[in-house]
């Protein structure tokens, strides 16, 4: 089951012919010029979340599953628009899952100038005809209604006549976990006030007091909008004095919090090829002293 996870997790089927991308959003363009930096950063994102199933790209080691990841560098996706990767990457499409609920919008564009730097011949599109700096650009609020016990999220869009609500904005509403964010209900739209409400589960744990990260996040598919998100503590979980995880015995510990029965196979396995070792060493040696006799 983890490997079948960590393979759903890499899998970018760009290949896909039935994957279809809508036209206004292939011209998407990246807001900003990439730079060695947000290559080396978009580098990190890759061997994390995507090495898996897509291999190290040029090299062609990339999992043999069905549908075939296939290997990013090659030119069936080098002639891809960055919009169309960007989409690909955001939404997903079984078994992958939506990167855009796991990576955020200046990530997913690390990755794909990462990818970029395989791709012989590619010209990055001008940032300045970037639809996300030129269209709306929408901010988060989020507050705790604890007489309705309601997480509520406010979207307000910024332009040049001020501040004002924002309606239909699709928003999704998460909380931090050890592997990872855990969403929060079904995703919400903003109403005429800019408002989405999210009733919270009361028996979420929390850390001993009760604090739980919990985070909000803006997603468009319409790519018109520069994707915001607002992460706040909130002592609204259910107090809860357990260990972290990390301060246990179990596989995914530190070294010195292995389980018990992993260090004594471990170190039997040492014990076991060392001797094995000086047997062979000393069975030379009286083959030579026999041999000399």
Wanted: hydrophobic content about 40%; glycine content about 8%.
């Amino acid at each position: 089951m983890l490997l079948l996870m960590v393979s759903a997790a890499g899998y970018l089927p760009a290949q896909n012919p039935g994957w279809i991308v809508p036209d206004d959003l292939k011209s998407k363009i990246c807001p900003v010029k990439f730079s060695p930096e947000m290559v080396k950063q978009g580098e990190g994102i890759y061997l994390k979340n995507c090495q898996s199933c897509h291999g190290l790209p040029t090299k062609q080691n990339f999992a043999a599953i069905k549908p075939s990841p296939g290997d990013l560098s090659e030119p069936r996706v080098g002639t891809q628009k960055d919009g169309e990767l960007f989409y690909r990457i955001s939404t997903g499409k079984a078994p992958m899952p939506e990167f855009r609920n796991i990576l955020n919008e200046d990530e997913r564009w690390s990755v794909i100038s990462f990818l970029r730097s395989f791709h012989k011949g590619y010209v990055q599109p001008d940032p300045g005809k970037s639809s996300s700096t030129a269209g709306k650009r929408i901010k988060l609020l989020m507050t705790y209604d604890t007489a309705k016990k309601r997480i509520l999220v406010k979207a307000v869009e910024l332009n040049k006549e001020g501040v004002q609500p924002a309606k239909g904005v699709g928003i999704v509403l998460f909380v931090q976990r050890y592997f990872g964010n855990m969403q929060i209900a079904d995703p919400k739209t903003t109403s005429e006030s800019g408002y989405a409400g999210f009733d919270w589960p009361r028996d979420l744990p929390g850390d001993k007091t009760g604090n739980v990260i919990v985070g909000a996040r803006e997603s468009d598919p319409t790519g018109s909008m520069q994707e915001a998100m607002v992460i706040d503590t909130l002592n609204i979980g259910v107090p809860t004095d357990k260990p972290s995880l990390t301060d246990t015995r179990a596989m995914w510990s530190t070294r010195d919090k292995a389980p018990v029965w992993v260090i004594l196979i471990y170190t039997l396995a040492v014990i076991t090829v060392w001797y094995f070792i000086i047997y062979i060493i000393l069975s030379v040696l009286d083959i030579r002293k026999i041999k000399q006799a």
